[in-house]
């Protein structure tokens, strides 16, 4: 098939494409950006020290308590020494949350 090049008009019918700016970040996603690097950082260095004393740290994140949780783990024998918050006191927070949620729900 062929296309008559006469019948195209002068482009008075053309629209014109609006240009689009690339999403520029705001001050606050780059604040949030830089606070995450520094985060990073400092695990990396966190978990460079703690290999010295052979140990290793793990760093979660619980979301039913909305705490950030950390197991210093033994190297050698792959064994949790230590969890901070202790996962009893992890339950128990998660309890309270449930219990005032259920309290809550009823009265209102």
Do not use: C, W
């Amino acid at each position: 098939m062929s296309m008559d090049i006469a019948s195209i008009h002068s482009g008075s019918n053309v629209q014109s494409i609006p240009q689009v700016n690339p999403v520029q970040p705001t001050e606050q996603s780059k604040q949030v950006i830089q606070e995450q690097a520094n985060i990073q950082q400092v695990i990396q260095e966190l978990a460079t020290m703690s290999a010295s004393f052979n140990k290793r740290l793990s760093f979660s994140y619980n979301d039913k308590i909305e705490q950030t949780v950390v197991k210093v783990i033994d190297t050698s024998t792959d064994k949790v020494i230590r969890e901070i918050p202790p996962a009893e006191l992890q339950r128990v927070h998660e309890r309270i949350r449930e219990v005032l949620g259920i309290l809550f729900d009823e009265r209102a």
